[in-house]
T-cell receptor, first 115, second 115 residues
């Protein structure tokens, strides 16, 4: 089946530094990817929608200058958390549309801890 | 706006027994998709079952089945012959049929399976 590979699975960084999270579609072309954030024991909240070759669309309340999304190719989307702060610590998950029938697949998530 | 409500934060079931997880949603659309996703401790989102709103027949996947009541905007998940591996967080989700649209997730139900 269609797989989205998300890396890293865990990352610890210092406050003020930037962290990049990658999502790669391994056996299909992902024209659209979604980035979600999940707080402990909470639901997934959409942060932004990225479309290949164009600017990402951010949800209300999400700082686009803090959470930089790049979708430069049909198989790779990246989320960069810039100038990270402890409150950015969370679980981040990407998702991509697999087929026209509405099938979607999720990455395995990234646990970000900012110290 | 679309909202998805899961009124049961936690549920438990005896191994081999049956359990039903509740989900209601709100939408003004006539055609859409509904999903149940499982998130085990690994945090990987796993699709359990999917229902197209235009289909009257309830979806079934082995031990998992849904009771889709479109007029009532209800979409419950029944797990039969519960197994220890079914223990996880279960999220109900809604998505419009237009391609590229995001998921709207409920707040989740934590299912414990008692040996």
């Amino acid at each position: 089946g269609a797989v989205v590979s998300q890396h890293p699975s865990r990352v610890i960084c210092k406050s003020g530094t930037s962290v990049k999270i990658e999502c790669r579609s391994l056996d299909f072309q992902a024209t659209t990817m979604f980035w979600y954030r999940q707080f402990p024991k909470k639901s997934l909240m959409l942060m932004a929608t990225s479309n290949e070759g164009s600017k990402a669309t951010y949800e209300q309340g999400v700082e686009k200058d803090k959470f930089l999304i790049n979708h430069a190719s049909l198989t790779l989307s990246t989320l960069t958390v810039t100038s990270a702060h402890p409150e950015d610590s969370s679980f981040y998950i990407c998702s991509a549309r697999v087929d026209r029938a509405g099938g979607y697949t999720f990455g395995s998530g990234t646990r970000l801890t900012v110290v | 706006a679309q909202t998805v409500t899961q009124s049961q934060p936690e549920m438990s079931v005896q191994e081999a027994e049956t359990v039903t997880l509740s989900c209601t949603y709100d939408t003004s659309e006539s055609d859409y998709y509904l999903f149940w996703y499982k998130q085990p401790p690994s945090r990987q989102m796993i699709l359990v079952i999917r229902q197209e709103a235009y289909k009257q027949q309830n979806a079934t996947e082995n031990r998992f089945s849904v009771n889709f009541q479109k007029a009532a905007k209800s979409f419950s998940l029944k797990i039969s012959d519960s197994q220890l591996g079914d223990a996880a967080m279960y999220f109900c989700a809604y998505r419009r049929t237009n391609t590229g649209n995001q998921f709207y997730f409920g707040t989740g139900t934590s299912l414990t399976v008692i040996p």
